[in-house]
């Protein structure tokens, strides 16, 4: 049903139908750029903030393609699922101090940031932290409040936490000032965040489910074209009213295959199946297409989702494909195994990403690294060795998969991958690893000396295909801040992004291995020093410089993701304990079915 201002009605009607005219005429793929270098494309611009009541609200109207027969949550008794999380022994007196002292220092980053967020950009999406202003951002609906929720509570911030439940009352997610919802994002911080405080609190706060349901049912909106595949950036207005959408034809492939953590979970905590079957038709559709793409078992950067075809050829587990690839152990055990889908199409991603894209770095120490590069189905086997710092999730993804999917040999891989983000941090002028970058790959993975005039043969043919010279080599790598083994940093931001240490929290977990807390405290201390502001934290411009201009934003995830992972690093195993609960690609905790 659709609820207008009267006297508003027609200049409404009049102002969507020529939205709908500019943007039905956009040629394909005009709305989303092409994007050679998939490292992410910035943060987004800022929008001027709703004014006074929104004219249009949506209220769930009549579907135009009803789902005749739901698709059912699996019904068989969970099956035990082999342990995830180390068996950790007791630990002293003197290390437990040193612990807490750490995990004390990343919780008063976090009290600042949150502070700077509450007094200046409260019910805002997120705060610029050195103008004191605020940024819309993702439907101005409180982003970071929302997604903050639960590190509240696993920080013991239950007045802070208790001031947020009294602010969600007054979000309304029936209306917003974006002429297009973007899913995704909504389903992975708004969505996920109501979720995860609500399992974290073991359901105590019934409105955190409320919420929840009103975000889910939304976005659900966008379900509702001709084959079930969502609309993902998602032209609300026209189904508020009445109109029919289409998926798109250019769909970001973690746009489309990410959203099963939070739909399952809903079904599981409100018995309703409409959402499980929303994202089990994906999940369907890219099994049956897993085999047949043009690098099997991988699915390509782009997706025509109207047609379901697969034609892109890049192929990547960076930005805008990552979260698919994380989601496939993820929804395994999240849905206590079960079903085997996910279990094959992990199999067969694992087995493709190990052959086709991961490559050894050569260094100047010798460490044997990895990192995964992207590859066109037009260039046969030829690694494209960039790596970007979405791409550091994989070191977690591949340990948790090595660990319920009973695969030891790949624990050494998931190892390695995660090293290897560690080195891209140690190695820059800050500490502090850049939004992307290019490495010289070793040409024997076991054996890898490192060879001086190799680097500046690759520098050379980053920056200057018709030029050759030891000379000219240096100077690129002078101009151009480059370290060893690096041969360009297309990208020298750094944009508060979690990936690094979510890998490091990962494998401490499954590991215990003490030196990779040493390094998140490396990694820590370098961000803070670099980021601190006076009312938050900034992304900054340049990791060569340890001068660096900061940047006048500060994403949602800094405060649900990056802190959330450095405080979890120094917590108590139990803390988020990995065999209890499932984090999603926002770092909400979903708790986990028991067999």
């Not at 068989?76 to 999380?85: D, E, N, Y």
């Not at 911080?189 to 399992?199: E, I, K, V």
């Not at 941090?425 to 190799?454: F, V």
């Not at 790598?477 to 297309?490: A, D």
């Amino acid at each position: 049903m659709l609820f207008v201002r009267k006297s508003y009605f027609l200049p409404t009607f009049i102002l969507v139908f020529l939205t709908y005219i500019l943007f039905s005429n956009l040629p394909p793929g005009a709305e989303i750029p092409y994007i050679d270098d998939p490292a992410e494309y910035g943060p987004p611009p800022p929008r001027p903030p709703p004014k006074g009541n929104d004219l249009i609200h949506y209220r769930n109207p009549t579907e135009k393609h009803p789902v005749e027969e739901y698709i059912p949550l699996p019904t068989a008794a969970p099956s035990p699922i082999p342990r995830v999380q180390y068996e950790f022994p007791v630990e002293s007196w003197f290390t437990r101090r040193r612990r807490v002292k750490k995990q004390n220092a990343v919780r008063n980053a976090f009290k600042h940031a949150w502070k700077g967020y509450k007094e200046h950009a409260w019910l805002r999406d997120e705060l610029s932290p050195l103008s004191a202003e605020y940024r819309e951002s993702f439907g101005g609906w409180a982003a970071t409040l929302v997604d903050s929720l639960d590190t509240l509570i696993i920080m013991g911030l239950m007045d802070e936490f208790e001031d947020a439940l009294q602010a969600i009352e007054h979000i309304d997610f029936s209306t917003t000032g974006a002429t297009q919802i973007n899913v995704f994002e909504t389903n992975i911080r708004y969505l996920g965040g109501f979720l995860g405080a609500y399992d974290l609190t073991n359901g105590s706060y019934p409105i955190l489910l409320k919420k929840a349901v009103e975000v889910a049912d939304l976005i659900y909106g966008s379900f509702d074209t001709r084959n079930r595949m969502p609309q993902s950036r998602w032209e609300w207005t026209r189904s508020a009213l009445g109109m029919g959408i289409q998926p798109s034809r250019n769909t970001i492939l973690a746009e489309l295959g990410s959203l099963n953590l939070e739909f399952t979970r809903m079904s599981q905590l409100t018995k309703d199946p409409k959402y499980f079957d929303a994202i089990q038709r994906i999940t369907d559709k890219l099994e049956s297409a897993q085999s047949r793409t043009q690098v099997p078992g991988l699915w390509p950067m782009m997706v025509d989702a109207h047609d379901m075809q697969f034609t892109d050829p890049r192929f990547t587990v960076g930005g805008m494909a990552d979260s698919t690839y994380e989601y496939l152990p993820k929804e395994h055990i999240l849905l206590g195994a079960q079903t085997d889908q996910y279990r094959k199409m992990y199999d067969a991603a694992i087995n493709s990403i190990k052959k086709r894209l991961l490559f050894r770095g050569m260094t100047k120490d010798g460490k044997d690294i990895m990192f995964a590069g992207n590859i066109r189905s037009t260039s046969k086997s030829v690694i494209e060795p960039q790596f970007e710092h979405l791409k550091c999730f994989l070191g977690g993804t591949v340990g948790i998969g090595a660990k319920v999917f009973d695969r030891p040999e790949e624990l050494s891989i998931a190892r390695k991958l995660t090293d290897g983000c560690i080195w891209a941090y140690d190695i820059m002028p800050t500490g502090i690893m850049p939004e992307a970058l290019y490495i010289s790959p070793c040409k024997n993975t076991d054996d890898c000396e490192w060879d001086e005039q190799k680097w500046h043969t690759d520098v050379l043919r980053r920056f200057a295909k018709n030029s050759q010279g030891e000379e000219v080599a240096q100077q690129i790598i002078s101009s151009n801040k480059l370290p060893p083994g690096v041969t360009e940093i297309p990208d020298a931001s750094y944009n508060l992004r979690p990936e690094a240490i979510e890998s490091v929290f990962i494998m401490y977990r499954i590991t215990g291995d003490k030196e990779l807390q040493d390094a998140a405290w490396r990694m820590f201390r370098s961000i803070e020093k670099m980021t601190l502001t006076r009312y938050g934290h900034a992304a900054i411009s340049d990791v060569r410089n340890p001068q660096s201009s900061q940047l006048d934003y500060m994403e949602s995830f800094w405060l649900a993701e990056t802190l959330k992972y450095f405080y979890l690093i120094f917590s108590e195993p139990d803390v988020v304990n990995l065999d209890e609960y499932v984090l999603n690609t926002e770092a909400h905790p979903f708790r986990r079915p028991t067999a």
